[in-house]
């Protein structure tokens, strides 16, 4: 099954620096790859998704990037701002009917400013 | 809409007792999915369903956990006997065309099992 790893586990970035979240999967199948953020006490929400026929996605300060070949995405914030603190979560799926969505970890970030 | 709505918020119970966990999904949605927090273990699927009917119930843990979907618009998460190692928060989602489209979740029931 799919396997999803995901780095750094917390990352700590002064305010209006670039933040970057990385995650490997394991499944060469999957096509579906998620973000989600989850701010303390909250429930999570899709901020950006992308699929395996782009390589990259943005969405004003956020960017996801995709390599299937290396099997890894990882999650770009430009210009951090506090209420970027959060958990963010990857997740990963082939769609089919055992492709599961498999979260990652996540990763604590805290913006200081 | 009102987007997903889980009850209860909290819910402190019991070593032994019989725990519900309630959600009304966004309308529409053909797809729920339940799912386990925990700092150890992450976000974890524990069933989902499709047009009501169980799909993959894979990662619920044992037989003390079961899940039912009577009707379109709510579902419930039972787990009968509780232990302490079940404490958690418990998410509920709902989507439009399941793993593959985006999730939208509940806020949460964070379960105390003392």
């Known amino acids: 099954g799919e396997n999803v790893e995901q780095h750094p586990s917390t990352l700590s970035v002064q305010e209006g620096d670039s933040a970057v979240i990385k995650c490997t999967y394991s499944?060469?199948?999957?096509?579906?790859f998620p973000w989600y953020k989850q701010e303390l006490g909250k429930r999570p929400q899709l901020i950006i998704d992308?699929?395996?026929?782009?390589g990259e996605k943005k969405d004003q300060r956020i960017a996801v990037t995709l390599n299937k070949t290396a099997k890894h995405f990882s999650l770009h914030i430009t210009e951090t701002q506090p209420e970027d603190s959060a958990v963010y979560f990857c997740a990963a799926s082939n769609g089919g009917s055992q492709g599961n969505l498999i979260f990652g970890k996540g990763t604590k970030l805290s913006v200081k400013p | 809409d009102a987007g997903v709505i889980q009850s209860p918020r909290h819910e402190v119970t019991e070593m032994g007792q019989e725990v519900t966990l309630r959600c009304k999904p966004i309308?529409?949605?053909?797809?729920l999915f339940w799912y386990r927090q925990t700092m150890m273990r992450g976000l974890e699927l524990l069933i989902y369903f499709n047009n009501n009917v169980p799909i993959d119930d894979s990662g619920m843990p044992e037989d003390r956990f079961s899940a039912k979907m009577p009707n379109a618009s709510f579902s419930t998460l039972k787990i009968q006997p509780s232990e302490p190692r079940d404490s958690a928060v418990y998410f509920c989602?709902?989507?439009?065309?399941?793993?593959?489209?985006?999730?939208?979740f509940g806020n949460g029931t964070r379960l105390t099992v003392t």
């Open positions: 309308s529409g949605h053909d797809y």
């Open positions: 499944d060469s199948a999957s096509n579906y």
């Open positions: 989602a709902s989507s439009l065309k399941g793993q593959h489209s985006p999730l939208h």
């Open positions: 992308i699929r395996s026929n782009v």
